[in-house]
């Protein structure tokens, strides 16, 4: 009952930007501190930006600190990654994700997510 569904992901240019988007089914996103992660191919998964579920805090990881922003709707409960000065590094499958109540955001980035999405693809061209 529990579903998260990605989308937002295709191709962008270097420099360009995306918002990606994670909407919640079978429960309220603001309960549970919800993630962004990504996978390129012959990488492992890693945590990109997570929010709390209680006060809103964020983390980011140092790849993305500055460009992407993480943010929550609790009327449409969904979870958005806008992504700004994109980069071919920033290439890869992304996923949302949500952990454990109470676990903080770093915690959940480090690879605390319990339920996955299906993940969207960014592709980064000229």
């Known amino acids: 009952q529990l579903q998260l569904v990605e989308s937002g992901g295709g191709l962008v240019q270097p420099g360009g930007s995306l918002r990606l988007s994670c909407a919640a089914s079978?429960?309220?996103?603001?309960?549970?501190?919800t993630g962004w992660f990504r996978q390129a191919p012959g990488k492992e998964r890693e945590g990109v930006s997570c929010?709390?579920?209680?006060?809103?805090?964020?983390y980011y990881a140092d790849l993305v600190k500055g460009r992407f922003t993480i943010s929550r709707d609790n009327v449409k409960n969904t979870v958005y990654l806008q992504m700004n000065s994109v980069t071919a590094d920033d290439a890869a499958v992304y996923y949302c994700?949500?952990?454990?109540?109470?676990?903080?955001?770093?915690?959940?980035?480090?690879?605390?997510?319990?339920?996955w999405g299906q993940g969207t693809q960014v592709t980064v061209s000229s």
């Open positions: 994700a949500v952990g454990p109540p109470g676990i903080t955001p770093q915690t959940l980035c480090a690879g605390a997510a319990g339920s």
């Open positions: 079978g429960f309220t996103l603001d309960h549970f501190p």
């Open positions: 929010i709390g579920s209680s006060d809103g805090s964020t």
